[in-house]
């Protein structure tokens, strides 16, 4: 879903919800199965992505809406087995494969 959409990997922050106030109005439109994208209806601009099931699901919040986000860590990659060569990320970080991604997520039955 990310390497479509981005044709790369996707970054994000994990917050939980009303953890981040957003301000105006979002367009939401379904990006799989089990998650919504928000976009800002006048840039187009992604500004979350969020499981649809359960209502608790943290947002996920692109670190680019963050100025001061530059400096941060990478804590974790998910999927790190299918990412493309252009893609992959060195250095020390928690690596999780897609099996296992999938294994956890609350989203699959």
């Not at 992604?46 to 499981?51: G, I, M, N, P």
């Not at 699901?57 to 990659?77: C, N, Q, S």
């Not at 060569?85 to 039955?109: L, M, N, Q, S």
């Amino acid at each position: 879903m990310c390497l479509a959409w981005s044709g790369k990997s996707l970054a994000c922050f994990e917050a939980a919800p009303g953890a981040v106030a957003i301000e105006g109005a979002l367009t939401a439109c379904p990006s799989s199965s089990f998650a919504k994208r928000a976009v800002c209806p006048r840039c187009g601009s992604h500004v979350r992505l969020r499981d649809t099931s359960p209502d608790d699901a943290p947002l996920k919040v692109p670190p680019g809406l963050f100025p001061t986000a530059d400096g941060f860590p990478l804590v974790r990659e998910i999927h790190a087995d299918g990412a493309p060569h252009r893609a992959r990320f060195e250095g020390f970080h928690h690596r999780v494969t897609a099996a296992d991604c999938e294994r956890r997520a609350r989203h699959v039955p």
